[in-house]
């Protein structure tokens, strides 16, 4: 059974968090899990302060009792005039982050962590928003089979390098 639990940068699951690893070909698509909780703390800290920037929400995800992935998804506030926005005039959810042990992949806990991280975005626990954007690799054929299977579409831009596609909430 595979269940996904909030995590954060004080938590006592922390190293075992921090020492999922990826494939050594893998390494360039997502941010290890030590820079991702540093920068949820980073970035729900800034917001918590200047009301601004986005909340982050990190999961663990479990098969059974043992942790074999980390998701974090994040809701942003408009940025105007930004190059590199998803929306510069409303806030979105994003999903983040979706990083599975690789002695755990293509066994559907991905899919599975998508699905159950989608349902709390559905709910639009931290406001309103039209879609929930993420972002992948061109090259990255696991998350752009991961997210589409869910229901994303890319839609035609390119940001940091990496291919945008949005699902509307």
Known sequence: MITIKPIDILSEEMPTCIA?????????????????LAQ??????????????????PYAVYENDQMVGFAMYGYFFPYIDEEDAYDNHHPVYFFWRLFIDKNHQWRGIGKEAVRQVMD???QKPQGDALYCYTSYAPDNIGS????????????????GGEIVARYKI
């Open 40 to 57: 949820a703390y980073d970035e729900n800290k800034d917001h918590a302060e200047t009301g601004k920037g986005a909340i982050a929400v």
């Open 144 to 159: 752009k089979a991961t997210f589409a299977s869910y229901g994303f579409e890319e839609d035609g831009r390119e940001i």
């Open 20 to 36: 999922l690893e990826l494939h050594p070909e893998q390494k360039n698509y997502v941010a290890d899990n030590a820079f991702s």
């Open 120 to 122: 709390i975005i559905k």
